[in-house]
Structure formats: C-alpha cells, structure tokens
C-alpha cells in the first residue's frame, strides 16, 4: 500500500482512535485540524503530526493532503466534508453521515458533483464477527433472511457526555446500518417509541420496528440505562432469523475483564493493537483511493439512507409511534 499523505479533522476521542489506528497501519498523519488550540497542540504532541491547523480552510491554503478522516461532531460534518470534497480530498466521514437527511444529502452531491470517493464510516461493517455474520447470511447458511433485531446497552453517562443528541442518531446508527446490510434491502417504513428519565433531556430508550423493502422486518432496542461506571461497554447483541435457522453476534460479555483497580472491559472492536476494526475500515478507505479495494463496504446511498431512517426513528417516536415513511434513492 502506497503511504499517502492523510490528515485528520477533529482531536476528540474518535480523531484520536484514527491517528492510533493510522499508525496501526505504518500511515503517518501529516495533519490534524483542530479548532481548540491547547487541544490541538496537547494532540499533536502525543501522536506526532508535524503540522496542525486551525481549520480546514488553512489546510486547504497550505497544502490539500491525499485523504482525509472527518471526525468532528455531527453537526459541522456538512461544512467540513463539503469543503474538502470540493478541494478534491478523499473523505471518510464518521458516523452518522451527517446531522440531518439534509446535510447527507449536500455531502452526496458534493461528492458526486465533485467525482471524489466520500466513504460513511460505519465501523461494524469492517468487524470481524459482523463480518462473519453478513457473509454467512449472504451465502444462505440460514435460507432467506425474515427478520433482524438488534440491541445495543450503554451507561448512562451517554445522556451526560451527549446531552443534545438523540439516541437514534448517535449509537442507534450502528444498528440501523446492520439491518440494512443484513436484510438487504431499504427500509421503507418506521415506528418508534422513545422514553426519558429524571435529568436527561433527550431519550434514554429508543425501540424501533423496520420495515424493508423486501419485507424483512427489523427490531432496534438502544438504551442508556446501565450505571455511570458499568465496565462492559459493548453490551450488544444482533441477531437474524432465517427460514432455515438463527445466527446472531453477541458481545454481551467482554473480550478482556480486568477487575482490578480500576475495573476495565476495552472496547475490542477498536482496542486492540493490530487496530481492530477501525482500522480494517481505514484499510479499506485507502485502498477504495488507491484502487486495490475496487468495491465498496458502506456505499454512500446507505449512509445516506441511515441517516433519513434515524430521522424517521426520532419522528415517530415523537408523534407517539406514527408510522413513518422514509424517502428513497435512486442509488438504492
């Protein structure tokens, strides 16, 4: 693999998981935009990029990188893969694509009306057992897909660290991205119900009926409502249901527990040295740029299509459950 000249959009936790998961891949990270000053400095220094900006425009001014991963939080992503697309930037996009259906939709066009790749950053498709599960269902181990359900449990500091972001748009994406990929077809109608708690302003529960095009039907269960300090994290569990059987990926239980002082259950999807999925999907973005990865994982239809389904989720649950159309792409 040629080693291109990447930078990284956003010094959170997750641009720091990608310049972790860069290097996992022997790539240097050239540059890092970061508005926060001691943020970026901090960063920087703790993962070696020579040269840091303050935004993408100075970026762009000084010298436009080979590639780019976008992750700031999901509102600015409009603005920033907009601006790099039409530089003529390669772009991952984490998840969700965009904020709203809108701004997905802006990001596509750019991306189309600029002929450059814009891969959605949908992780759980570059995982090793969802991986797994997706090839066996495809190669009919289990008949013809019926139904897909998914539960994905977090602590409740989520409601603390993202007081302004509805669940369907935050860890509920992963699971709609699933049972998209797994029932193989759009989803073209939603249900929903959303519950709170005392001192939460967004939902803490969110259920969610799906159904596909080809009339697969799909459960999605998120909740914040385990403990502040719960040590496993990834309380997740897929399942489909065949005509000919049941597969499921259950990471209810951790890879690694460490009941030490403190308790630590890592995240084995992005933890582990080798840079777990993540870094497959990293893998897979720069080979889509340099043409050794010829299809794509996460097309740029379905992240759009995640998107306007998570909509759909957060208007029905408001409307009581209302059944809820989703719009459709000719992509699709």
């Known amino acids: 693999m040629s080693r291109p000249s990447v930078a990284v959009v956003g010094a959170g936790a997750f641009g720091v998981r990608h310049l972790a998961a860069y290097r996992s891949l022997g790539v240097a990270v050239s540059a890092l ?15 070696d990029v020579p040269r840091t900006y303050a935004s993408v425009a100075e970026l762009l001014a000084a010298a436009g990188p080979d590639a780019a991963s976008v992750c700031v939080p999901g509102p600015a992503h409009r603005a ?3 601006d790099l697309l ?23 066009a750019a991306a189309e009306r600029a002929g450059v790749l814009c891969q959605p950053g949908h992780i759980l498709r570059h995982s090793a057992p969802h991986r797994a599960l997706h090839d066996a269902v495809r190669a009919g181990r289990i008949g013809d897909v019926l139904a897909v359900s998914s539960r994905r449990d977090r602590p409740r500091t989520l409601s ?55 009339d697969v039907v799909s459960s999605i269960r998120n909740s914040y409502l385990l403990p502040e300090h719960t040590p496993n994290h990834t309380s997740d569990l897929v399942e489909v249901y065949g005509t000919d059987g049941v597969a499921h990926v259950d990471l209810g239980h951790p890879t690694l527990l460490v009941q030490g002082e403190p308790t630590e259950a890592p995240d084995w999807l992005l933890s582990p040295v080798d840079g777990g999925a993540l870094a497959a999907e990293l893998r897979h973005f720069l080979g889509r740029i340099d043409g050794t990865e010829p299809t794509a994982v996460v097309p740029l239809a379905d992240g759009l299509h995640v998107v306007r389904v998570a909509e759909a989720v957060v208007d029905s649950a408001s409307a009581g459950g209302s059944a809820r159309r989703v719009p459709q792409s000719p992509h699709l």
């Not at 390669?90 to 709203?100: D, F, G, H, R, S």
């Not at 759009?186 to 005392?198: F, G, L, M, N, S």
């Open 33 to 47: 935009v970061e508005p926060d000053a001691a943020t970026r400095a901090r960063v920087a220094a703790e993962h």
């Open 80 to 82: 920033v893969a907009v």
């Open 160 to 214: 603390r660290i993202f007081p302004r972001e509805h669940p369907a748009l935050l860890t509920a994406v992963h699971d709609i991205d699933l049972a998209l990929w797994y029932a193989g077809a759009p989803v073209v109608e939603v249900r929903a119900a959303a519950r709170t708690r005392p001192g939460s302003a967004t939902p803490v529960l969110v259920w969610a009926e799906l159904r596909h095009a080809n």
């Open 86 to 108: 039409a530089a003529g930037v390669p772009v991952l996009v984490e998840k969700p694509l965009a904020a709203t259906a809108a701004d997905a939709a802006a990001i596509v």
